[in-house]
Antibody, heavy 122, light 107 residues
Framework: EVQLLESGGGLEQPGGSLRLSCAAS????????MSWVRQAPGKGLEWVSI????????YYADSVKGRFTISRDNSKNTLYVQMNSLRAEDTAVYYC???????????????WGQGTLVTVSS | DIQMTQSPSSLSASVGDRVTITCRAS??????LAWYQQKPGKAPKLLLY???RLESGVPSRFSGSGSGTDYTLTISSLQPEDFATYYC?????????FGQGTKLEIK
């Protein structure tokens, strides 16, 4: 059974940093690209970033480019996102999502974690 | 970026009704479209991919169709557990983009 468990969310001040983690199990982690998708309170889904199965390719939404860094440790079956220079508009539930394929392009998401809430406020 | 526009934004229907949700892309996406269901406080769940292919375990009352820029999700006979918000997502190009969602409510 595929399981994705996010952690690391919480309250952070504007300009601060947080690192989210997503522990994966139930599938061969290195064989699939992984994404972060966020959802602001009461709003729709916004794709944030994706990393290929090997970790060699990454893409970012324009809204987070230069501030967020996605990474993965295939030996630990764990996905990360380092979020710097946080803004109020980054407040959202952050989901990790498994892609249906290993590459970082042309992806839909077949499994999602339960999400972790990030609140950016002073 | 490819913009995805869903209609309607909200919809009231009754158990047993047939409902259709539409998703329009700002350019052709060659059937690279997925549909998700999200219930309050829960993660999205994949329903269909490649516009019309049913994900394993999803009831057959869900179906998808379309081509080019216009796609539809149809629920043939609404069940109580189907009342949720539905999102389309294109994966024809990066960044992948979602529609704004369609909230399906009980009439």
């Amino acid at each position: 059974e595929v399981q994705l468990l996010e952690s690391g969310g919480g309250l952070e001040q504007p300009g601060g940093s947080l690192r989210l983690s997503c522990a994966a199990s139930g599938f061969i982690f290195s064989s699939y690209a992984m994404s972060w998708v966020r959802q602001a309170p009461g709003k729709g889904l916004e794709w944030v970033s994706i990393i290929s199965g090997s970790g060699s390719s990454t893409y970012y939404a324009d809204s987070v480019k230069g501030r967020f860094t996605i990474s993965r440790d295939n030996s630990k079956n764990t996905l990360y996102v380092q979020m710097n220079s946080l803004r109020a508009e980054d407040t959202a539930v952050y989901y990790c999502a498994k892609s249906h394929t290993v590459g970082a392009t042309y992806n839909y998401f077949d499994y999602w974690g339960q999400g972790t809430l990030v609140t950016v406020s002073s | 970026d490819i913009q995805m526009t869903q209609s309607p934004s909200s919809l009231s229907a009754s158990v047993g009704d047939r409902v259709t949700i539409t998703c329009r892309a700002s350019q052709g996406i060659s059937n690279s479209l997925a549909w998700y269901q999200q219930k309050p406080g829960k993660a999205p769940k994949l329903l269909l991919y490649a516009a019309s292919r049913l994900e394993s375990g999803v009831p057959s009352r869900f179906s998808g169709s379309g081509s080019g820029t216009d796609y539809t999700l149809t629920i043939s006979s609404l069940q109580p557990e189907d009342f949720a918000t539905y999102y389309c997502q294109q994966y024809y190009s990066t960044p992948p983009t979602f529609g704004q969602g369609t909230k399906l409510e009980i009439k």
